[in-house]
């Protein structure tokens, strides 16, 4: 799989032009993204409490050796991961299938697409109410497990259902988001190239190994990204439906980081956790790009 | 090449098998099933968050949370504010992300990579630890209670940024080296070739800058104190929302209002990301 | 490009609109004609707590209250962000559970001089010292007890003039409403959220004699056969029903599925909205036996503090002094019917007279329990809370729980004694 023909240019001198184009990024950024970004990174170091910013104490690497000690960081993030794994295949190849289904034209085709985005634009709180009511016993989940004379679980109540629950929402949720993305970059893609193809005699299916998947690598690296960024800081969805129950088997560990900051008010602890997972993020964010060989223009 | 003749076209190469629209429905309807409930409970007048099957049967219907939710005089005016913040921080996302985009993905200056890099890397921290700092910072500037602190933190946003990198590395680049070889300024290819070939991912980043935005709780929550200033998902949290009870029929009402100028705005920009199929082949 | 002008167009006019009102909704803190500003945040719906606020500015000429109704979701990173910035409110609502936390923090204002003339006027002052200091005021104070379903107790036999008594007859109830099937549960146990759990065991713990810490609070008192007693009880009665968060377990029982559960009285404001039909009794929780123990609960509460950064702390002070006042608190007690007031007579208003199922409540107070003010208290909390789940989910048994929580909440304690 090789970049596409962005990278293939002469190196040129940097022009005035490029330094308008980022200067909004740069301004905005250093206020609203790397002084917040640079605090808190600091305060990880420190034994801060919001309540009396006054005294904050400098611990040096403290904070982060106490995470590494601490079992139920470990926990945290081996929930974190098992969702992280556990929904990112299943929401990728949904919103690719559902991309490739709605991309060409039939009758009815942009209700299927709304019907399909329906999920993403309801708050988060709201989608995590809603189905925390339907993993209710009285729930149709159980009335349909019933129905066909099994025992339902009790879903959010058993250590062993509560996270495949939680993930099986978030693949509903998540899919028809990253389904507009697809659809977005297969409309990047020039139909001559499909034409050319379809000319020499080229199947369906040859078309979407050699055309449509090549040409559509940068956006899947996008999707896997940011995919991959979003669940590992799942929050909301455990927030609302489980806090970290039942005997922590939804703790995850931006819940976790939380509940240090905002119950304990170790802002300086949960900094540490935070960037922990910033550099896993970050590790792993990294071999997604070298998987796919995708850079931007060679310096 | 008008839309239809471009819908046709694409038809003839990637047309869909005609079993695929029936094979979609039952995924489709389960979809909808929450949705169905959601609607649903906005409409019993004394309903708890259950759903009981036994008892759909005898359900009344009402508007009752619908005229509640009307005669709470705070509503329209929460409604507008979530107009007003949502669109102008699309507005932002929408400009800052087509410019740095673009900048990140075709021009070489020193930092490039790093500055990729450190716009994804501001997406990785959770803004649990950051949402303190921001609000040091918004103290400082005397934002606090402002529209501003809820516009200006999102105007830039790392994650469209981004998205169009992504997308403008997918493109091919001869025709803004064409327009460079007639003499073309840098600005000027930006704004009439590469504006016009982004507006899928253009689309994109406003559907998310919008979603993301008209949902948006914890920052407008902790960032203004004015009633004045209340956008929905805040007011509907204070209607509906108490410490051992939550008003479900009102809050579900509230929703299902709320979700409506999303779905406005998705079938307004969908047709964005298909119209700007093939946009490169027009001028080529 | 039409659509980047368009685009570009609204975002212009919407920026510029934007601009022109930036600082129009910011609040000043001079009042109207040399009125002195007191910032009130607190939880209550706005139309249950304006008319108190309104009736003290026609008594107060001289002080203007802006209120702010905080949400219950996320409300404590909103008050803690803005103390973090020095830019607390002059007077907040905290709940019992988050004060300790901002008292040893050294967030809010010290109130011991002046609260201690209100010391014979108010209830449940415990919640509100921290090593000897006050710190707040007792405005609001709730408890638990237990609730039981009439139609349910008749059809399986059971008396329905009287609540339960014993745990016997309490766990006798459950097994005979339990056995009428038809996704009818004998009793709701809590579990799968935090602090919830807690407040539903230690009724039976403190019930049979049991404590959470030493007296001196430097070590844990809570491996005792009391605290065993107890948490077995609880989970017997578990095993009678079903296990679920709060919120579903009120709902399954105004639905009429739950026999007999312990709640708060916020149940007397959903039953007549969301089930008119419901017939209930509320009583006491019942102690181990009619000679033995007693009729112990969790006390919880609203308590009003002021910041040490506050910027207005007399007319803070002057406000707080009045809503914990007996007909401000009971005005606010009325509406919401989720809480009674803290301040001592108010059991004598006719509401209560009126409504037997409050004055269980306010009786339920009498005895009920304040948890220990210590600065690891959530911590200690969670620690019974995970243990006793454990217990809950069959992984350990009730001694193992409790001598497993003891020994967290002790190094819990011990760790602070070192600071």
């Known amino acids: 799989m090789s970049a596409p023909a962005a990278v293939r240019r002469k190196p040129r001198k940097v022009e005035a032009s490029t330094w308008i184009l980022l200067a909004p990024w740069i301004v905005a950024l250093l206020f609203f993204g790397v002084y917040p970004f640079g605090f808190s990174f600091v305060l990880s170091f420190f034994d801060y409490s919001p309540l009396s910013p006054d005294s904050a104490r400098f611990l040096g690497l403290a904070n982060y050796a106490e995470a590494l000690r601490d079992p139920l960081f470990w926990k945290a993030l081996g929930n974190t991961l098992l969702f992280v ?42 989608i995590s109410l809603v189905w925390k009511g339907l993993y209710s016993p009285e729930g149709p989940l159980s009335w349909l497990v019933r129905a066909f004379g099994g025992t339902p679980p009790s879903w959010l109540l058993d250590e062993r259902t509560a996270l495949p629950a939680i993930m099986a929402m978030d693949v509903w949720a998540a899919s028809g988001y990253y389904m507009i993305i697809f659809l977005a970059g297969l409309k990047g893609i020039p139909v001559e190239l499909h034409e050319a193809a379809a000319l020499e005699g080229a199947s369906r299916s040859d078309r979407f190994w050699h055309i449509t998947l090549p040409l559509l690598a940068p956006t899947f690296l996008f999707v896997l990204v940011v995919n991959s960024i979003r669940s590992l800081q799942i929050f909301t969805e455990v927030f609302v439906m489980t806090r970290g129950g039942p005997l922590q088997s939804t703790l995850t560990s931006v819940f976790y980081l939380y509940e240090q900051a905002f119950y304990k008010f170790r802002l300086g602890y949960a900094s540490s956790i935070a960037y922990l997972l910033f550099a896993l993020t970050l590790v792993l964010a990294w071999l997604q790009v070298k998987w796919l060989k995708l850079e931007g223009p060679k310096s | 090449m008008s839309a239809h003749a471009t819908g046709r076209r694409h038809d003839a190469i990637g047309g869909v098998p005609g079993f695929v629209p029936w094979l979609l429905l039952p995924a489709l309807a389960t979809m909808l099933v929450p949705f169905a409930w959601m609607v649903f409970l906005s409409l019993q007048p004394g309903a708890g968050g259950q759903l009981d099957a036994s008892r759909i049967a005898d359900a009344k219907f009402d508007l009752v949370h619908y005229r509640e939710l009307l005669a709470a005089g705070a509503f329209p005016r929460y409604l507008l504010n979530s107009i007003v913040v949502a669109l102008a921080v699309v507005f932002g996302n929408v400009l800052t992300g087509a410019m740095v985009g673009y900048a990140l993905a075709r021009k070489r200056f020193p930092g490039n990579r790093a500055l990729t890099w450190g716009v994804i890397a501001t997406l990785m921290v959770p803004k649990q630890v950051l949402m303190i700092p921001l609000y040091l910072v918004l103290a400082r500037l005397g934002w606090l209670d402002t529209y501003a602190a809820l516009i200006l933190p999102f105007f830039v946003d790392a994650f469209s940024i981004f998205l169009v990198r992504q997308y403008v590395l997918a493109l091919p680049a001869e025709l803004e080296d064409a327009a460079r070889v007639d003499g073309a300024s840098e600005l000027r290819i930006f704004a009439t070739i590469v504006l016009p070939l982004l507006r899928p991912a253009l689309a994109v980043v406003a559907i998310n800058g919008f979603l993301l935005n008209w949902n948006s709780f914890l920052f407008p929550l902790i960032f203004t104190n004015s009633d004045a200033l209340r956008t929905l998902p805040v007011g509907l949290a204070l209607f509906a929302q108490g410490e051992h009870a939550t008003d479900w029929g009102l809050l579900m009402a509230g929703s299902t209002v709320s979700v409506l100028p999303m779905l406005a705005a998705f079938l307004l920009f969908q047709r964005q990301i298909l119209e700007g199929m093939t946009a490169g082949a027009e001028k080529g | 490009m039409i659509l980047a002008r368009r685009v570009a167009l609204l975002g212009l006019v919407l920026v510029c609109s934007v601009l022109a009102s930036v600082g129009c909704g910011s609040g000043g803190s001079a009042g109207q004609a040399g009125r002195t500003v007191v910032i009130f945040w607190q939880f209550f719906p ?292 989720a809480v009674q007031p803290a301040a001592v007579g108010a059991i004598d208003d006719p509401f209560y007279a009126s409504d037997p199922n409050q004055r269980v409540l306010l009786e339920q107070l009498a005895t009920a329990v304040p948890t220990p003010n210590h600065p690891k208290w959530l911590d200690m909390e969670a620690a019974i809370e995970d243990e006793v789940e454990k217990a809950l989910y069959g992984k350990v048994t009730a001694a193992a729980a409790v001598t497993a929580a003891s020994a967290k909440i002790d190094a819990l304690a011990k760790a602070a004694q070192a600071k």
Request: charged residues 20%; contains cysteine; hydrophobic residues 45%.
């Open chain 3, 46 to 337: 706005t139309e249950q707590v304006q008319p108190v606020l309104d009736e003290f500015m026609k008594q107060n000429p001289d002080i203007e209250v802006r209120m702010e109704q905080l949400t219950w979701q996320s409300g404590l990173e909103k008050i803690t962000a803005a103390v973090a910035a020095g830019n607390a409110p002059d007077l907040c609502e905290l709940g019992s559970t988050w004060f300790p936390g901002f008292a040893h923090g050294g967030a809010l204002a010290d109130w011991s001089d002046s609260a201690a003339a209100l010391e014979t006027s108010l209830t449940g002052w415990d919640m509100a010292r921290v090593k000897g200091k006050t710190y707040g005021l007792p405005w609001l104070v709730g408890t638990r007890a237990l609730f039981w379903n009439k139609e349910l107790f008749a059809r399986a036999g059971i008396d329905t003039t009287r609540g339960p008594s014993t745990w016997a007859e309490l766990t006798d109830a459950a097994r005979k409403v339990n056995a009428l099937g038809d996704g009818v549960a004998g009793w709701g146990a809590n579990a799968g959220e935090r602090y919830v759990l807690f407040k539903k065991v230690m009724p039976f713990a403190w019930g049979a004699g049991g404590s959470l810490l030493s007296a001196d609070g430097t070590a844990s008192a809570f491996d005792s056969p009391a605290n065993v007693e107890g948490v077995t009880q609880y989970l017997a009665l578990a095993k009678l029903g079903r296990v679920d968060r709060q919120e579903q377990i009120d709902d399954a029982f105004l639905a009429g599925k739950v026999g007999a559960t312990i709640s708060g009285s916020w149940i007397l404001r959903k039953a007549p909205k969301q089930e008119p039909a419901l017939r209930f009794g509320v009583s006491l929780v019942p102690p181990p036996e009619l000679d033995r123990g007693t009729s112990a609960s969790f006390l919880g509460g609203e308590l009003l503090v002021s910041f040490a950064k506050s910027k207005n702390q007399a007319g803070a002070w002057r406000l707080a002094k009045f809503l914990v006042s007996k007909e401000p608190s009971l005005a606010v007690a009325r509406v919401n019917q």
């Open chain 1, 85 to 126: 794994f556990g929904t990112i295949p299943f929401t990728t190849g949904l919103a690719l299938l559902l991309a490739l289904a709605l991309d060409g034209a039939f009758r009815g085709r942009d209700l299927y697409r709304a019907g399909f985005f329906l999920p993403t634009v309801v708050s988060v709180v709201v």
